[in-house]
């Protein structure tokens, strides 16, 4: 299409297309929920769907936060060992936090802490790593 306004009117029908689908994942968990208890909803392959989706658009939405942020604040990004520290911390608060749970052993408090460490690194990584190149961008831009 090169008609800028019906690229944008296909945007926004693919949006409204995911917000009523959302909805209606969201309608069938709760209606999953209340008919056979909140333990099923995660076992439904929705859950599955849904997290996946929620996941993916964070990611997305990633890029879009990084340009805005770096529109208003154009400093050099710090250290990466800021963001590992970070992500490090945030796995070992909720190990801890899952095994002095009632229930909690140190095998889930090393998976759990172990699956968000890596989750935080991921995401912090692909942030500060659009930062970065945000940065060289335009201090050569600069530089020109």
Same mark, same amino acid.
């Given at each position: ?5 019906? %690229? ?22 709760? #209606? ?12 439904? +392959? !929705? ?11 964070? *990611? ?5 936060? %990084? ?11 710090? +250290? *990466?060992?800021?963001?590992?520290? !970070? ?5 070992? %608060? ?7 749970? +009632? ?12 699956? !968000? ?8 990584? #692909?942030? *500060? *790593? ?15």
């Amino acid at each position: 299409m090169k008609d800028e306004r019906l %690229v944008l009117q296909s945007l926004k029908n693919i949006r409204i297309a995911f917000a009523f689908q959302t909805i209606c994942i969201v309608g069938m968990l709760i #209606y999953d929920g209340i008919r056979k208890g909140i333990s099923h909803i995660t076992d439904s +392959p !929705l859950w599955l769907i849904f997290m996946a989706t929620c996941v993916l658009l964070g *990611y997305l939405n990633i890029r879009i936060s %990084v340009d805005v942020q770096q529109t208003f604040n154009s400093k050099k990004p710090g +250290p *990466y060992y800021k963001t590992l520290l !970070l992500s490090l911390a945030v796995g070992v %608060v909720f190990g801890g936090i899952t095994f002095i749970g +009632p229930d909690g052993t140190l095998r889930d408090a090393l998976l759990i802490g172990g699956v !968000l460490f890596i989750c935080f690194l991921a995401s912090f990584s #692909y942030a *500060y *790593y659009l930062r970065r190149k945000h940065y060289e961008e335009m201090d050569e831009d600069e530089s020109i």
